[in-house]
């Protein structure tokens, strides 16, 4: 499975929202969508089950560092099956440490505005291809520092942020193909 580095798209709700952001970044990813039955809920779902678990151990360690300085972290553990099963990717839902902003038939916003910076995370499903069975599956993300602290926080996040997006959205392809 390729994933290649790509831009924001042009359609994509982060850019027709006229924001300026500090940080962006977009990966993309081809998925088969066998029965076109696909859509931003069950990518979004697969976005919060198909990650490994190195991956949540950074997320642990990183709640752990920054509740010391009274920013937003993922709450207590609860059962995450029982979460997901009752998630529904609805605008105005929270799951985690992200909250559903927007959601449209190609893409789910999802994210959370904290003290120190704001982040999005869009899900995008490019369905533009001749082949209405292969899809392109973009992750972008931008980031908006509130203050100096945010781009503090931000300078060791950013290259674990490079590894982990291209890692989740192979995850998420894998996932959803297996769904398929």
């Known amino acids: 499975m390729t994933i290649t580095k790509t831009e924001i798209p042009e359609n994509s709700l982060l850019k027709t929202n006229n924001i300026t952001y500090d ?3 977009s990966f993309q990813g081809q998925f088969y969508d066998k ?3 696909i859509g931003t809920t ?3 779902k697969s976005f919060f089950s198909s990650g490994p678990k190195w991956i949540d151990k950074l997320f642990a360690f990183r709640n752990r560092l920054v509740s010391l300085f009274g920013l937003k972290t993922t709450g207590r553990k609860t059962d995450r099956k029982k979460l997901l099963d009752d998630f529904k990717c609805e605008k105005g839902e929270q799951l985690g440490l992200f909250k559903v902003f ?3 038939a190609d893409e789910i916003i999802l994210g959370e ?3 120190h910076l704001n982040f999005r995370v869009s899900l995008f499903i490019d369905n533009q291809n001749e082949n209405k069975t292969d899809k392109n599956l973009i992750i ?3 980031v908006k520092f509130n203050n100096w602290f945010g781009r503090l926080y931000f300078l060791p996040v ?3 942020h490079k590894l ?3 890692t989740m959205l192979k995850g998420i392809i894998k996932n959803i193909e297996q769904q398929n």
């Open 23 to 25: 940080y962006t970044d």
């Open 42 to 44: 069950e990518v979004g």
């Open 140 to 142: 972008s993300t931008t």
């Open 164 to 166: 982990i997006v291209p």
């Open 35 to 37: 029965f076109q039955n």
């Open 158 to 160: 950013r290259p674990f």
């Open 113 to 115: 505005d904290d003290k």
């Open 102 to 104: 927007d959601k449209t």
